[in-house]
């Protein structure tokens, strides 16, 4: 599907450099990684929402939410199959949930991603996709030595990835990695 939608946290300096330095370390193992995603728009997130067709978001019930310390954590696994995408866990909080509910709230009904809806998200830093099952323990074992097991991090940015026409929208932060 091609006018996918997509609403991203973007993480603070320090945690964006960390998480890039996981990705490298990957990459320079010879394994799958984020960092081999040569595209503008590819930097570290936590997707919120996923729709078809998504409409403008206001931006303004969502700034004061800004920035929102969070901690990335253990890694997680998904897929079936004969890959699996690596990713680091972030810690569910009190406030990491209100903020993924009023996003959906902001957007309003429509035909969300089952796996982006409040109740049954699984809020998460990507690292790599893709990792051959076999491969899968090596990469572990990679990220173990590069990666922090608890990594405090702070949202400070929300951005639009529109999937149709490959663009990115500010919503909040304007762009920066700095604080909002």
Known sequence: ????????????EETDAAVRAEWDALAQAGLPSQAQHKGESNRP???L?????LAQVAAEPLSPLFPLPLTLGAP???GAGRTR?????????????ALHARVHETAGPGGDADHTRPGAWTPHVTIARRVPIERVGEALAVWSETGEQD??????????????????????????LETC
């Open 1 to 12: 599907m091609t006018d996918v939608v997509s609403l991203e946290l973007l993480l603070d």
């Open 45 to 47: 997130h936590i997707t």
């Open 49 to 53: 929402l996923v729709r078809p067709g």
């Open 76 to 78: 997680l696994l998904f």
């Open 85 to 97: 995408v690596i990713a680091r866990s972030v810690v569910p909080t009190a406030g990491l949930l």
């Open 151 to 176: 990594l405090p991090a702070r949202a400070v940015g929300l951005r639009r990835w529109d999937a149709a026409s490959r663009t990115v929208t500010d919503l909040v932060g304007h762009g920066t």
